[in-house]
């Protein structure tokens, strides 16, 4: 029972945070909404945190989008756009190893390469495209 008061009181601190803009809380309250820790789980809003979070440039919410493409979570699955949110994570390659340590980071950008076997050429194209969009400048 005091785990579970923990993890109320950590997702309304992620919360307030992520209402005030704090990228990095924005992907930890997205992956507590995905994974329904200290809330129901609501992978329509743990999509709408990672977007808000990609979109300030944190390569981890590239990652929790990519995985909500693959998996169709609360979506069509996608996986051009899975491997874009890939693409665009790499960009921010550097930062991704600061926040999740070099093997957890390896292992987050083996994904893409992991992916791109699968895909076709024009898939691959189209992605690329995409991924031009989604990093931030």
């Known amino acids: 029972m005091a785990l579970d008061k923990k993890i109320a009181k950590l997702f309304v601190e992620l919360k307030l945070a992520a209402d005030i803009g704090n990228s990095e809380a924005q992907v930890n309250l997205a992956a507590m909404y995905l ?4 809330t129901a789980p609501n992978p329509s809003a743990a999509r709408d945190w990672y977007e808000k979070a ?12 990519a995985l909500i ?11 051009v756009e899975a491997y874009a949110h ?14 999740y340590g070099p093997v957890v980071a ?5 994904g893409a ?18 991924s031009r969009s989604l990093v931030k400048r």
């Open 113 to 130: 390469s992991r992916l791109e076997v699968k895909m076709l050429d024009h898939e691959k194209e189209k992605a690329v495209q995409r």
């Open 86 to 99: 890939l693409l665009a994570m790499k960009s921010g390659e550097s930062l991704l190893k600061t926040r």
């Open 54 to 65: 990609a979109q300030q440039g944190e390569p981890g919410a590239h990652y929790g989008l």
């Open 69 to 79: 493409y693959l998996e169709g979570n609360g979506v069509s699955k996608d996986k």
């Open 35 to 38: 994974e329904g820790k200290g």
């Open 106 to 110: 390896e292992r987050m950008l083996d």
